[in-house]
């Protein structure tokens, strides 16, 4: 089953490569990029749409990773919080064999 997963994975990222290669090779025009304050060089129309693809994914990874902290921060103090809970249950538990005649 492990080696079907491999598989599927490498027929996946084999077919996005030929896309990004295709796509490279069929947008070739030279397009200058005009932002508001700032007028970039002429570069073909794939750099500019994946430069701002890896642009978008960088921010989302950064705007994501307050969220991320923030959970890995609850799901640690939920983690030792259940640990306590555990420790005091077999301490009871122990306390109440010892109590039995």
Not at 61 to 71: P, Q
Not at 78 to 85: K, T, V
């Amino acid at each position: 089953m492990r080696w079907l997963k491999s598989v599927i994975l490498a027929v996946i990222l084999l077919a996005v490569l030929l896309f990004g290669i295709l796509f490279a090779v069929n947008n070739r025009e030279a397009v200058p990029l005009n932002l508001i304050w700032i007028e970039l060089p002429p570069a073909s129309l794939s750099v500019w749409l994946l430069a701002s693809l890896a642009c978008g994914v960088v921010l989302g990874m950064v705007a994501m990773s307050g969220v991320y902290l923030r959970l890995r921060t609850l799901l640690t103090r939920a983690q030792r919080h259940n640990q306590q809970q555990r420790k005091e249950i077999d301490r009871l538990r122990m306390q109440e064999l010892k109590e039995l005649p």
